[in-house]
């Protein structure tokens, strides 16, 4: 491999890497499964995520990231290592340099975690940079214009609104709820409703396939969901509806539309009138929630909208720094 800049978007839920001159050429869950009684590495990515539920007792799964932040040093470590083998070899001797995306209210130990984890696994130099620039770079915002943007990234451990100006952060707010707490409001949802219980992936794929912001009141669709019955014990099926999955996650999209409330009083109010007028974009995986825009708006009363490819705005924001590293430095919060 020719190029040796590398940049990662470390999500909670998934993690795409980015090699300069290549373009995304990873994008996996962020999961690893370990064997506890030999400390050993089985799986990473893809193939970790398919084996969530199936497992027998020697083998766990770990989402080694919490909150977009390390909650898990060593299986981060393996994770970020599987990465980079993947896209040099596990014999180029050639130490890359990296950059990855972190929180904006990240602390400086967990800043610091992030970097030490890189370098440990052979790293050359390590960068962090704060998601919010990236997403607005990525969704093709101007940030170093003088005019105030909004982004409100919506990733799978947290959602995170920034308003942007002259290339920086001028008031921002982070809250731990994202795509996790979705699949855990659909799963809390059918057990008390129906008494069925439903794993996570199952739960994501109803978000996925029916999930709604705002209620329908036309056609409403359906989707056949299969767990298991808490009395019996035994699998039975259901019909669940988008209104039921609406119903579910509505409290979750509350907790962002306080978090942009919040941001918004915070905001200058000339920087609050040019968001009135450009309005709000959003970005990352939760960003793709049918008609999430719509109920932001509607609630916000700002228009609001949905970013091109929101799942892959970090990443594209990573590789615009990645290319420009000297000239974005002053946006990149860490490094070693």
């Given at each position: 491999m020719f190029s040796r800049k590398i940049a990662i978007d470390l999500g909670t839920a998934n993690s795409l890497v980015l090699v300069q001159n290549k373009g995304v050429v990873i994008n996996e869950p962020s999961v690893v499964a370990v064997s506890p009684e030999d400390n050993r590495i089985l799986a990473v990515g893809l193939e970790a995520k398919q084996m969530i539920g199936r497992t027998p007792g020697n083998i766990r799964i770990y989402r080694p990231l919490r909150d977009g932040v390390i909650a898990d040093y060593r299986v981060t470590q393996a994770m970020i290592r599987y990465f980079i083998e993947k896209v040099s070899g596990p014999f180029d001797f050639m130490k890359p340099e990296l950059v990855i995306s972190v929180p904006a209210d990240i602390?400086?130990?967990?800043?610091?975690?992030?970097?030490?984890?890189?370098?440990?696994?052979g790293a050359k130099k390590a960068y962090v940079a704060k998601e919010p620039i990236l997403s607005a770079l990525g969704a093709g915002i101007p940030i170093d214009s003088c005019s105030g943007h909004m982004i409100v990234d919506i990733g799978?451990?947290?959602?995170?609104?920034?308003?942007?100006?002259?290339?920086?952060?001028?008031?921002?707010?982070?809250?731990?709820?994202?795509?996790?707490?979705?699949?855990?409001?659909?799963?809390?949802?059918?057990?008390?409703?129906?008494?069925?219980?439903?794993?996570?992936?199952?739960?994501?794929?109803?978000?996925?396939?029916?999930?709604?912001?705002?209620?329908?009141?036309?056609?409403?669709?359906?989707?056949?969901?299969?767990?298991?019955?808490?009395?019996?014990?035994?699998?039975?099926?259901?019909?669940?509806?988008?209104n039921e999955v609406q119903k579910a996650v509505s409290d979750v999209l509350e907790e962002i539309v306080r978090s942009i409330r919040s941001v918004l009083r915070e905001t200058p109010p000339e920087l609050s009138a040019d968001i009135m007028n450009k309005g709000i974009i959003l970005?990352?995986?939760?960003?793709?929630?049918?008609?999430?825009?719509?109920?932001?708006?509607?609630?916000i009363q700002v228009p609001t909208f949905v970013a091109e490819e929101p799942l892959f705005s970090v990443i594209r924001g990573l590789g615009i720094v990645l290319d420009n590293l000297e000239m974005y430095k002053k946006s990149i919060v860490g490094r070693k």
């Open positions: 602390s400086s130990a967990e800043r610091m975690a992030v970097i030490e984890a890189a370098l440990s696994v799978g451990g947290t959602s995170e609104v920034a308003v942007i100006s002259l290339g920086g952060i001028v008031t921002c707010a982070s809250t731990r709820v994202g795509g996790d707490k979705m699949d855990e409001a659909i799963m809390a949802y059918i057990k008390e409703k129906y008494n069925l219980a439903v794993g996570v992936q199952t739960a994501e794929e109803v978000k996925k396939k029916i999930g709604l912001a705002v209620p329908d009141k036309k056609k409403e669709r359906r989707m056949d969901v299969r767990g298991r019955d808490i009395a019996s014990g035994l699998p039975r099926d259901i019909k669940v509806s988008a970005a990352g995986g939760g960003s793709l929630l049918t008609d999430i825009d719509r109920f932001i708006a509607e609630s």
